[in-house]
């Protein structure tokens, strides 16, 4: 799995069975783009790159007036000197000055993934890796750029990242230090990104590349539900089965960009990185600042097989490796059934219940610490309420074990309360702007990560919880954005860089906790999936996906991580009827299915159900445990995007045995005919329904499809369980 470099052309061919990626150096200084997309045997730069002399150029060699840097298809953009598109760096000089010249200086190749200091980023593993590194200077103010590129053995990944270093006498300043820059040759693309809100997260946006540029970002402190930090681009007829894709993903959790123009002679720039806006970075003598890894995925399979890609690298080299192949447990949660009003024999008696019907892990979630009877008070007080729970966590945590179920608590460590001792004691621990109110959102205020003394106060605090109360699992919530990003520990001159400084101190912490703790299963969460992204994927191998657990809103919501993200990673809960979110009622078994569909857990009060629902859901739990390797470890495809029915189906298939599942949405009398193509069966063996016991060979299934009758009942769900007999 080699990447060549072709010394008498100048090319790196960075290659698998999967893809290609072709880099040029052009005139010994500028590193460009020449290809990406399905293998090549090799390059030989059919696709030369085009020379006018066009009008508005400007020419770094005054006698080649077809030479311009604004035209040429760069693999890292320049700065000041001609390439007026997008920029995916902006460094000011200690002179004030906002120029700079790298040219191309040397290369080493490897066959190693190093970590990115204090970031996460895909784990090399077993697999075999390639790593490129291409240095780039500036002899005038002696700067470096590194180009980072890893491709991994057998998946159609590559990642990319930057590394300034200043080997200079002068502080530098870093005003925008993207990760990544390419010019893809073409202009008649697609664009997909996933948008949305709290409760309504994940929605899909395509639309056709308009000239300019087009930017999806965040500037709340985190990754945000308002965007997803990924975007892809695709050919207008790509659909979910066939075509190309070229997707990229930020393994980050913090503010971001993710931008692309479309410029004037038919290419598009791409670029990932930290938000620049409200970003800089005093980068000083000797010193190199690491820009976050993007995750780049070529398909040629279409939207489902672009998610493949991501589905397996996150699964096999993103998250704690303690959790790759471990089964999850299925969960009970206590949220919306107690709210903050608990008990220790409310709980008790809840945890009591769960074991009966074979729930594996107890979560207490909020309301369980000090004072904590509504949302503005506690929250960094981090001990038990001894009004609600008289014995304490370590016997409450006793007692679950003892009902053979595992123990699990929520905490919120990012945030704290005004009403809070920790803020009595350190109130110069909250991100705050000296003489400026600190805005408030869920009336709570948001710990200043950038201090070590509060890093370490909640590895402490954390640290002691686990150990003592024997934790399993923990739900990290954090519910709002951040406000006043600014820190009493740095100086004037850094302020701008807290909001990366804040994120790099949360990835301290949990690197830390999930280090002594390796076994402890933590669970991300923001509001629900306000921070579902692959940098908190990285130590938090599940993340509970939305706070809406409505059957047919989370139908759309599954729908749309799933292009990113596997169910194993997507925690969801069976929860009650009226809704709470929304009001709608729903059947049971339909909200089983949408939860089976993710990592199941329940979300009720067992207690207030009737015999016969609390024997379905006995039922659906064991119907999951013994199908628990199908729907946690399977390849998950979609098979029809939600129409305006709300009809979408899905399915899990691995060697032996498939599930499809299609949820009918709303009932109309004029049903249409409706055939649903499997796809992805193997053509040539011979399955078996085990409901009917009828057999059919893979390839009728894919090509003719299964009927899809009518049902006079909404929401209702549609499964075919298929079971691999022989072949044919
Ligand atoms: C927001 C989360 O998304 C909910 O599941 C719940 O844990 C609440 N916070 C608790 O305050």
Redesign the pocket.
Known sequence: MPIQFDEKNQFFHLFNDNFSYVIGIEKNRYLTHRYWGKRLPFYAGSNALQRIDRGFATNPFPEERTFSLNELPLEMSTQGNGDHRIPNFQIRSNSGHDVTDFHYQSYSISHSKKPLPALPSLRQNQSEVTTLSIRLVDSQQNLALDMIYTLFEDLSILTRSTAFTNQGLAEVYLENAGSMSVDMANDQLDLLTLYGSHTNEANISRQALRPGIQKIESSRGTSSPQHQPFLALMDPFTTEFDGEVFAFHFIYSGNFIAQVEREQYGSTRVQMGINPDHFEWVLKPQATFYTPEVVLNYSSSGINGMSQNFHTVYQQHLVNPVFKTKERPILLNT?EANYFDLSEKKLLDQAKQAAEVGIELFVV??GWFVDRNA?DSSLGDWQADLKKLPNGLKTLSKNVHNLGMQFGL?FEPEMVSRKSQLFQQHPDWALQVPSYPMTEGRQQLVLDLSRTDVQDYLIDTLSKQIQENAIDYI?W?M?RHLTEVGSLAFSAKQQKEIGHRYVLGLYHILEVLTTKFPNCLFEN?S??GGRFDPGMMYYMPQT?TS?NSDALCRSLIQYGYSYLYPPIMMGAHVSTVPNHQVGRFTPLDTRAWLAMSGNLGYELDLQTLSSQETEAIAKQISFYKKYRQLFQFAKFYRLQAPNQLFQSAWLFINEQEAMVICFNGLAQAAHPIQHLKLHYFQDDALYEEQSTQQRFSGVELNQAGILITRIKEDFHTFVFHYKKVGSC
Do not use: F
């Open positions: 949220w979630d909020d949302a929520w739900k919530d519910n969460c509001s629900g509970w706070d």
